[in-house]
């Protein structure tokens, strides 16, 4: 299967995935089984036990690692797990540059557990390459951040963070999550990330049924210790989520397509309101990391942010849609709408998310694949509340 990104629509469909050589299923079977016979002593066909191989999930490796481009997927039960075991390539007393404005999730594992293990960080603006500068040290082993960020949608220059690291000397493990872009829109290994990290249930599954992780990267040293760590701590993936993931990477190239047009036509027709006073989108000329969006993403993604800067109004709008569906998550093909600073975000302290500009006011919608005519009308009741 060719890896160049021209062929990723046939890779969503086939990448890591053959009939099934005891029936001929075209459709990758769903191996429930926790054991495997051997033939004898030592003597087996590659798969013991069903923590460390499954077949199920080894497909769905291949196929997300081929769609990023990497050689090396390792599959997990969600992705907090996935972030978890890279975090846990660092040992005390080991340095970690975070984004600062990541996940609420990841902040919440780094900050609450992983520093109670020895782990130390620093959370910078990774945007400002010259605080990326500022922060390394020489205990420096890992910098961990998202492009675009969730909620505030900030990009950082990828190639550029690797240049950094390259001219400091530094061995430190550049961490890409692409949750937010999906790899239809950015490759972070291509610019220069070791691995790259996304929860799998929203963009790459798709269709809100599934929780998921995946680490991929192309360097065997990573991939080895993030299996074993996996293997060690048995955070993997399902056979059933694994299924679930394989069917959605079969439309991701469609799906994408149709997210990055909707949510650019929103962001768009919310920027030309009076009433809106802030609009979050990377594909809006006004996004200050617009260039740079244009040369390091293919597209958009569906993801668009605002600020009405009335928390009563927030309020009142979050409760008046018809078709966004107030929930958590993103990236399912039903459109969204989520309150990050109750919900994502609620774990991030509030002196931070205001430095964020993550107020209260704030919505970030997962625009769906709905008809743009209706989604839009919808928009607009909702902020006639």
Known sequence: MKKNSQYFATNCVHAGQE??????????????????????????????????????RSAVEANLATLEGGKYGIAFGSGLAAAQAILELLSQGDHLILGNNVYGGTYRLVDKVMT???????????ADLDAVKTALRPNTRLVM??????????????????SILKEAHSDAILAIDNTFASPYNQLPLDLGADLV????????????DSIGGIVITDREDISEKIRFLQNAGGAIMSPMDAWLILRGTKTLHLRMAKHNENAQKIANWLSQRSDIPKVYFPGLPSHPQYELAKKQMKGFSGMVSFDTLDNERTRRIGAAFKIFTLAESLGGVESLVCH?????????????????????????LSVGVEDIEDLIADLEQALKA
């Open 340 to 364: 990050p600073a109750t919900m994502t975000h609620a774990s991030v302290p509030l002196a931070d998310r205001t430095k964020l500009g993550l107020t209260d006011s704030l919505l970030r």
């Open 19 to 56: 009939p099934d050589p005891t029936t001929g299923s075209v459709m990758t079977p769903v191996y429930f089984t926790s054991t495997y016979v051997q033939e004898g002593f030592g003597i087996h066909k590659g798969y013991e036990y069903g923590r460390t191989h499954n077949l199920t």
């Open 145 to 162: 951040l998202e492009t675009p960020t969730n909620p505030m949608l900030g990009l950082t220059d990828i190639s550029a963070v690797r």
């Open 116 to 126: 109670r293990l020895g782990l130390l960080y620093t959370q910078v603006d990774t």
């Open 197 to 208: 990290w996304h929860s799998t249930t929203k963009y790459l599954n798709g269709h809100s």
